[in-house]
Nanobody
């Protein structure tokens, strides 16, 4: 099993940036693909970005492509989500998640391990 703890959320103005971090423990981090998913108020949880075990392959939701960047550091057991040009519609609780696979999971149900979430609010 792997335990995940997110950090870096907060309040930011439209057009601003935030960097989310997720620290993993409890298992071999490089065995897992990692993802960021979010749940906006009144909506279902949705995929945002994912990265494979090596960091060599990434996928993004169309809504964040070109604005968000996912990265990982296997030596430090961390994964990050750099969020630029933030919009009010990016407001959500953001979750870090892990899946024991060599692929790049893009579906919510594919992830077996989840963090507790961190709130991101984009508002003026």
């Amino acid at each position: 099993q792997v335990q995940l703890v997110e950090s870096g959320g907060g309040l930011v103005q439209p057009g601003g940036s935030l960097r989310l971090s997720c620290a993993a423990s409890g298992s071999t981090f490089s065995n897992y693909a990692m993802g960021w998913l979010r749940r906006a108020p009144g909506k279902e949880r949705e995929f945002v970005a994912a990265i494979n075990w090596s960091g060599g392959s990434t996928l993004y939701a169309d809504s964040v492509k070109g604005r968000f960047t996912i990265s990982r550091d296997n030596a430090k057991n961390t994964v990050h989500l750099q969020m630029n040009s933030l919009k009010p519609e990016d407001t959500a609780v953001y979750y870090c998640a892990a899946e024991h696979t060599v692929g790049v999971p893009t579906r919510v149900y594919e992830y077996d391990y989840w963090g507790q979430g961190t709130q991101v609010t984009v508002s003026s």
